[in-house]
């Protein structure tokens, strides 16, 4: 099967079978059609009937994206074409998309655009068509075959099938129709041209002018919305500069015409905005009239000049939430981080949950404890809630281990503490060795604990060979893949999760981290942290690796293009990154001088409890600091021991030192008297070619 031809659909009966009339006489045979039912509450499930095609009907109304994804997965093809249901293609259409992959081998996804004509007779639907389809008018006029453009269009567009599982498919949390189209479109725009071919026009329904109104303020919404996440303009749409700024000026001049009651000079500059307009929009007016008449232009412009006030109303409304919403969750933010600083109690706790494991790496510092986990008596889920309600504020946990997986009640864990020490961050670490189970326990995470930032870090080592070694399991990089691939299908539906490679530098992986960082960022579009061997690691070979070695990775790993791209969110988001730019340095710093360079806060701000129960100032300090067993599960008893306070101490005497990133994080967060400092050098970072190593 070449072809799998995917039809979601909702209350679109007539509309349908002229859809499946038209795919009916292709003179291309070697295709499949699946019907995806969006729970229609019309008579879809009879008209289906008459054919022979795939129906799926789904048990309530899910969405666009939920029933392109739900088509996609049954489909059979190596080809998924997409086609919306009030479409109508030509003959050759299904032809033409074999004929443009076999030309443009280099092509992932080809689209189809909307004839400007219209299939009704009623003025109102063709004044829609005239102004949706005056870009198409105007590349039917040239002698271009193929365009680009940085969205694809729902109504016909086509991808080869790995290359839609790859990136995950449509984002189903969308409420507005078309949204996951372009969201979709973005997502692989990024990695992979986006063509248009002209031999791939199709017949459209368009909507009457009541309806478009009625969609278009929410459509404008969602495109100020993008706007302000992407800083970009579209190249194509309602979203082009050109494009806001006819809207600028439709809404500038019934401003100014507006003020016209109380100054003469404002019915100048309400003039001069729409003189300035109209002639912008001249070859619009002038399409019109070649195709339809003077009666037609004379009602397009208002109408044209109409809905450029509600794209500038909805736009500007959009982004004045946006920026109302980002401040609010600044607030929210710091009010959270203010109550981190004041705590008297960590506010960063690492919990090793369990120390079973399902495998055994050559790098792993806990080995012994997992070889060992059959004869330790974990914490329960009781245990654990008394610990947390002798807790203060928890702005941050690290569940960690052996395999935190393997606990059947971790997301009672997190949810424990999200509740009890208004957590906001929980970062999870996986081998991903269970991809099903590691998902469904994410996914309970996070309807527990809502609006909660959630980061999961699967164990990647290197590419399929390097890793699998390290991991002593052939089936390691396989299952670690599927469950980047079940991780990143929650994240269309949940915001607030977060996907990153976990990489550990060591001597066996120094050598394909590159190429790895390369594969994971850029192809399957996920973070890749860096680790760098710590501890007794059970292969001690491991460890063999040198300053020089690190160094060297670190001046081709970091890019200042990376650094760029951060200063387009939110503002602690912006912080956190900036300070997590200089984790690196401070390894570096640290192996180098053999010392610590930056005040530690281990067993202050930030402690480890072990699943036996039993407390640390940090992973690679073996000093005890008490047993919460024998302390009534209260970590302020366990911190107030003499015996605890003298291990402190001499943490801050910097009697000890060591390259845990997560622990040098948290030292900088907590380093307030730097913060100019690491501001200024991070501004020195924006400005230069190329991120260079520096000392503190």
Sequence with gaps: MEISVIIPTYNRKDLLERCLRSIGKSCFEDYEVIIVDDCSKDETSELVKKYTYKYIRLEKNMGAGHARNRGAKEAKGNILVFIDSDVIIKKDTLLNITQNFREYPEANIVCGYKLPEDLHDGFSNSLVMLRKTYDAFRWQKTKKEVATNSFIESALFAIKKPVFEEFGGFTEHFSLSGGEDHEFGHRIGSKSKILFFKNLGVYHHFESVPSYFKKLPRRSYYWGTLFYQRKKFEERGIATRSEAINSL?????????????????LGYVALVMLMILFVRRAGFYLSVHKRRGFFYTLVSIPFDYACYLVNALSGMTALSNMTM?????????????????????????????????????????????ITAAKKKKELTLDEIKKVSKNLDTLYYLTITGGEPSLREDLPEICETFYKNNNLRMISLHTNGMLPARVRDQTERILQMCKDVKMNVGVGIDGLEKVHNFLRGNKKSFKNALKTIELLK??????KNLDIQCCPTFSFYSKKGLLRAADYFQNRIGI?????????????????NVSLKDLEAYYKKRIR?????????????????????HFVPLVVAGTLSEKKQIIPCKAGMKTIVIIETGEVFPCEMLNKKLGDLRKEDYDIKKVLSKDASQMIIQGIKDKRCYCTHEGNIYVNLVFDYRNYLKYLYQALKVMRSSRWEQRTL
């Excluded at 000026?249 to 000079?265: N, V």
């Excluded at 981190?340 to 399902?358: D, E, H, M, Q, Y």
């Design 249 to 265: 000026l439709a809404l500038g001049s019934l401003s100014a015409g507006i003020g016209l009651l109380g100054s003469g000079f």
């Design 325 to 369: 919403q980002s401040v609010k969750n600044a607030v929210v933010e710091g009010y959270y981080l203010i109550n981190a600083f004041a705590s008297r109690t960590p506010p960063n706790i690492g919990l090793f949950v369990t120390s079973k494991c399902n495998l055994l790496c050559k790098h792993c510092f806990y080995w012994k404890q």
């Design 489 to 494: 299908s929650l994240q269309r539906r949940y």
């Design 527 to 543: 973070g890749f942290g860096q680790t760098f061997i710590r501890g007794n690691p059970y292969d001690p070979l491991a460890k």
């Design 560 to 580: 200042v293009k990376d650094t760029r791209k951060m200063f387009k969110t939110s503002c602690f988001t912006i912080v956190r990154q900036i300070i997590g």
